[in-house]
């Protein structure tokens, strides 16, 4: 098992790197930074002026290397609108971002796991029609209308819920509803034909003639295997709720990492989007990571291989 980890590990800082490469070049593929940052009615002698302020005229892999090793101590610059260090901008925003997705992967399986299992039990049953219909409809709704509708009914109609802010937990239960929502059909799917291919398979019926109990049956043997795929899949969600929780911020009023993204993109502030990539990035690295280390605890096979 140290053996696996070590190679996971391994492999996990070598895409780090590359990724902290690409997101740093992307910057410069999609155009002159300087004369961005200068704007359109700037003269050559200030997009100049820009360029040599801000190091710009160096090679650009002078430029990576200087930003490399200084976001490895923590320092990722200073942001060029907020005119604050891009470090303390994203760890303050962050907290909403992180808070929102952990709670819109946990609605997700919660959700979605106990429906699909459900739905494998009781194949062509009303559940599994249930669930069908979730799953479409899930992937068929918008989440930015999703949530306006959710805004309208329980906010406006009904008074239940506050329609945005981030004072209280009631501010977050419409949030996480369409953040995991859409997650759920995915997640809903792959465990319903991961339980249905397990519950047919030799061992199960083994189980099932030794007298195990039902519980025992569906938990413990079933379950453990069928849930494999589910998990990587929950990692891949959860580095998407993080990364692409703009929407759902910008319409709850939520000021998150999403959202400053947004704004940094708006206003050309490359030290922010460049941090922000970098950071939405490795959130997917290590939740890959885990996710491959969880797996191979529940599969000895994956340590094998």
């Known amino acids: 098992m140290?053996?696996?980890?070590?190679?996971?590990?391994?492999?996990?800082?070598?895409?780090?790197?590359?990724?902290?490469?690409?997101?740093?070049?992307?910057?410069?593929?999609?155009g002159d930074p300087a004369a961005a940052l200068a704007g359109?009615?700037?003269?050559?002698?200030?997009?100049?002026?820009?360029?040599?302020?801000?190091?710009f005229d160096r090679p650009m892999l002078v430029q990576y290397w200087d930003w490399l090793s200084s976001a490895l101590v923590g320092d990722l610059?200073?942001?060029?609108?907020?005119?604050?260090?891009?470090?303390?901008?994203?760890?303050?925003?962050?907290?909403?971002?992180?808070?929102?997705?952990?709670?819109?992967?946990?609605?997700?399986?919660?959700?979605?796991?106990?429906?699909?299992?459900?739905?494998?039990?009781?194949?062509?049953s009303i559940i599994d029609r249930?669930?069908?219909?979730?799953?479409?409809?899930?992937?068929?709704?918008?989440?930015?209308?999703?949530?306006l509708i959710l805004i309208v009914v329980f906010s406006i109609q009904l008074g239940w819920l506050p329609p945005s802010g981030t004072a209280t937990w009631r501010h977050f239960i419409m949030p996480t509803i369409v953040l995991g929502y859409y997650a759920m059909p995915a997640i809903m799917r792959l465990t319903r034909a991961g339980m249905l291919e397990v519950l047919s398979s030799e061992y199960i019926r083994t189980a099932r003639?030794?007298?195990?109990?039902?519980?025992?049956?569906?938990?413990?043997?079933?379950?453990?295997n069928a849930i494999i795929p589910v998990v990587s899949l929950a990692a891949v969600q959860m580095g998407f709720m993080l990364g692409g929780s703009i929407v759902v911020e910008s319409i709850f009023a939520l000021h998150g990492a999403g959202y400053l993204a947004w704004e940094s993109i708006a206003r050309n502030d490359l030290p922010t989007v460049q941090a922000l990539i970098l950071v939405f990035s490795l959130f997917y690295i290590v939740f890959t990571f885990l996710s491959d280390v969880l797996n191979a605890w529940l599969d000895p096979r994956m340590r094998a291989g």
């Open 130 to 147: 249930i669930a069908l219909f979730l799953s479409v409809a899930g992937q068929a709704m918008p989440s930015f209308w999703f949530g």
């Open 209 to 224: 003639a030794k007298g195990a109990s039902e519980f025992t049956v569906l938990f413990k043997h079933a379950l453990r």
């Open 77 to 124: 610059g200073e942001s060029y609108y907020f005119k604050l260090p891009v470090s303390s901008l994203i760890a303050e925003r962050l907290q909403v971002t992180m808070l929102l997705g952990l709670c819109g992967i946990s609605f997700a399986l919660l959700t979605a796991v106990p429906l699909g299992v459900a739905a494998a039990i009781r194949p062509n």
């Open 40 to 55: 359109e009615t700037a003269s050559d002698q200030d997009v100049e002026a820009i360029r040599v302020l801000y190091g």
């Open 2 to 30: 140290l053996n696996f980890i070590l190679k996971r590990l391994g492999l996990a800082v070598l895409v780090a790197f590359t990724v902290s490469f690409i997101s740093f070049s992307l910057m410069f593929l999609s």
